[in-house]
Every structure is written in structure tokens, then in C-alpha cells.
């Protein structure tokens, strides 16, 4: 699948949050543990914008308009000495997973990275999401830190793991 994405406007949030949604049954990609809704997602919606934390949507090339997959960058802990840190996250439709899309987008944050002043990316990822986990480390991630057994999903304790890369132009 070729990759093609777009800043995110308002009236993606629909789209976004059903695919965020999606993966909520899994256990697999957020601690939600029930769906959320559009209007909750709002002042997470706005706290992005394209020249500092952007939020890109990628369309499905055989359906335009239609809304496979997002990826965000977050701040990290929100304090001003953080600024050149970023959390990226990466939901995909489920039509959309298993091609390669988390690849090329994970690359394009990594690419943009530089220009949006940031220099150090972050991962939270479950530590029983593997593919995740493989993806990040694929791209030279590495384990920064385990908080162990801090989710509860259907009873199960699980661990979250904070993978990070610093980037080359860093200093």
C-alpha cells in the first residue's frame, strides 16, 4: 500500500475515533476499555495542530474520502522542558493492518520529526503487543523502560513498555 497522508481537519474526528475504537476489543493497543466518544475527543483533537504536533489520516486509495488509518504525535508529560519529546501513535483500520501502512508511517513521522522540532520519539506499547513492539524496534527503538503490571485488562495484569529513539541530528 502507498502511502499518502494529509493533516487531519475536524471533520475527520468521526473516522478517527471509530478506528481508534476499533482496537479497544483487542486488549492489544490502549487501556480504554470501553468505547469512547466523538465530543470526549475534542481537546485531544485540538491539542494537535501540523506545525508542532501533528495529527495525519491516511484515505483509502480505492475509496476517497474514506479513513483507514492516523497516526499523532503527543506531547510527552506536557512540561516546557519536554518540548523536543513526542509520543507517536499509530491506529490502523482493520482493513488496513498487515500491509505495511505502520511501516511507512512510523518512517514519515521519523522523516518529519526534525522540522517539528523534535528529537527524541516515544512508544507506549503494551508489552504483549508484539507486532508493535517489532515494529518499533524495527526502526532502532529501544527499551527506555518497563512499568510492569500497571494495566488492568479483563483481569489480566499487564506491563507497558516505553520504547524510544533519539534521533541522529540531535546533539
Known amino acids: 500500500m502507498s502511502l499518502s497522508y494529509r493533516d487531519a481537519t475536524l471533520d475527520d474526528l468521526p473516522a ?18 470501553e468505547p469512547v466518544s466523538v465530543e470526549s475527543r475534542h481537546a485531544w483533537f485540538d491539542a494537535h495542530g501540523p506545525q508542532k504536533r501533528p495529527l495525519w489520516v491516511v484515505e483509502d486509495p480505492k475509496q476517497a474520502g474514506r479513513v483507514i488509518a492516523w497516526l499523532s504525535f503527543s506531547d510527552f508529560y506536557g512540561r516546557p522542558a519536554y518540548q523536543r519529546t513526542a509520543e507517536v501513535s499509530i491506529y490502523l483500520d482493520e482493513s488496513a493492518r498487515g500491509q505495511g501502512l ?25 508489552g504483549h503487543n508484539e507486532a508493535s513492539v517489532r515494529l518499533f524496534r524495527g526502526f532502532g527503538f529501544d527499551a527506555w523502560g518497563t512499568l510492569p503490571r500497571v494495566a488492568v485488562l479483563d483481569g489480566v495484569e499487564r506491563d507497558l513498555v516505553i520504547l524510544g529513539k533519539r534521533l541522529a541530528h540531535a546533539s
Open 16 to 33: 478517527i475515533v471509530a478506528i481508534y475504537n476499533s482496537t479497544i476489543p483487542s486488549r492489544q493497543v490502549t487501556a480504554d476499555l
Open 102 to 126: 505502520g511501516k511507512q508511517l512510523l518512517a514519515a513521522s521519523l522523516d518529519a520529526a526534525p522540522g517539528l522540532g523534535i528529537d527524541t520519539v516515544l512508544g507506549f506499547v503494551f
